[in-house]
């Protein structure tokens, strides 16, 4: 059974930081791509930035020189790093096994966890 325990978030001023982390259960984790979503309220889920099993990072445009993420196969957790955050990057952050292709990422979209509020005030 896949787990996926979400934490390190909080209310913060934009231009803060937070780091997130992930601690992942039931699956092979060196084996997946990892992802961080986050779904901001009225909004879909949408994509922040994914990782494949060799360390090549991809990020979305509205994130791209703020976000960094990482992974410790030895630890199975998966973490974001956000610095200089926007009111805009309010919302509950998920992290998600998958697979990635040329630089698409295919969720498991089976597993989540319960996700971790990020609120950025202004």
């Known amino acids: 059974q896949v787990q996926l325990v979400e934490s390190g978030g909080g209310l913060v001023q934009a231009g803060g930081s937070l780091r997130l982390s992930c601690a992942a259960s039931g699956i092979v984790f060196s084996g997946n791509a990892m992802a961080w979503y986050r779904q901001a309220p009225g909004k879909q889920r949408e994509l922040v930035a994914h990782i494949t099993t060799g360390g090549t990072t991809n990020y979305a445009d509205s994130v791209k020189g703020r976000f960094t993420i990482s992974r410790d196969n030895a630890k199975n957790t998966l973490y974001l790093q956000m610095n200089s955050l926007r009111p805009e990057d309010t919302g509950v952050y998920y992290c998600?096994?998958?697979?990635?292709?040329?630089?698409?990422?295919?969720?498991?979209?089976?597993?989540w966890g319960q996700g971790t509020q990020v609120t950025v005030s202004s």
């Open positions: 998600n096994p998958g697979t990635a292709v040329s630089g698409t990422y295919y969720p498991d979209s089976s597993s």
